[in-house]
């Protein structure tokens, strides 16, 4: 069964005036949706040409670049040249990080840096019961 | 046909027009009877698109070409309009498909290199200046709800051709043109009173 605002917009896209008893039954909230509706229909063709241009069509023979295209290009041309930049600064920084290591490293351990820190002997080194190095300043 | 003889493309109807462009292919005739219609056309472009005018004019060169390559096999079984107004909506459906996947591509590139402050590709395309109420209300309805009601209450079509436009069965077009009214308006109404 068509509920009262269907009918009442069977009344509108008829151009006929809504019955005072129809709309007698309608509650608040189904006068307020049948106000927007109204408001709806009689404004939307003006509202809507307000954003349209009224210029003429020209065929163009030359099929037109979609206009996003151009942004892609743009995009990924700045992706390319800033992945650069932090790339570059990572491998400085892991650099600068390393060199740090060893240089913290040759201090507590007395030792010039090299791969035996690393080798077996000195992975087998208690460090937890090493006696502790004093550092002055870090 | 002598060309003394022909009457301007003006003072035929959409029918002659597609017949003398069928027959003599003259540029003339096809801006005409293209002319004739680009205003329910931008409307059908804007309102699927809820487009910048750069869209817009997209979406009525690729209808235009499409309409071009496609008119000499118009057999006239529908209406001109029904048919040309199904082509720009296929046009437009297109268009924003085809640019949902570049603006993803961009976002996602933009969002890899910019700083928490700027706005995001996505919050820009939002700041259209789009301040009416019945505008910004119409365009929180789905693509196919947006259509049906430029279609009915814009370009006051008949719900048969508006179910030959969107294919779609003529009592699907009336249940679905009411809940999408019924929406419209409560958006509307909440714009309005949020403005207050």
Known sequence: MKDLLEKAQDYLDSGEAIPEELISKLNNSQLDILSGMIAFKNELGTELDKYISSKPFILKTDKRQSTSRPAVWAAAAVLIMSLGIPVYETIDNNRLVKQETRKFVSEITESNWTMDILSEDSLSTDWFNAEPVVMETF | ?196
């Open chain 2, 1 to 196: 046909m002598d060309n003394r003889n022909r009457s301007f493309p003006e003072d035929l109807s959409d029918e002659d027009c597609i017949k003398r462009f069928k027959e003599h292919k003259e540029e003339a005739v096809f801006n005409c009877l293209l002319n004739r219609h680009i205003k329910s056309i931008r409307r059908i472009a804007f309102s699927v698109t809820r487009g910048t005018e750069d869209d817009i004019e997209d979406i009525i060169q690729e209808t235009a070409f499409a309409l071009y390559k496609g008119l000499p096999g118009f057999s006239f079984n529908s209406n001109f309009s029904t048919y040309l107004y199904r082509l720009c909506r296929n046009k437009a459906i297109d268009h924003i498909r085809r640019n949902e996947r570049n603006r993803k591509l961009v976002s996602r590139i933009i969002n890899m290199v910019s700083t928490k402050d700027e706005e995001s590709p996505d919050t820009v395309l939002e700041k259209k200046d789009i301040k009416s109420s019945i505008t910004a209300a119409l365009f929180e309805l789905p693509e196919t709800e947006r259509t049906l009601i430029v279609l009915k209450d814009v370009e006051h079509k008949s719900l048969k051709e508006i179910s030959a436009i969107l294919k779609i069965p003529e009592g699907t077009v009336k249940s679905k043109l009411h809940r999408a009214r019924v929406r419209a308006a409560e958006n509307y109404r909440r714009k309005e009173y949020e403005k207050r």
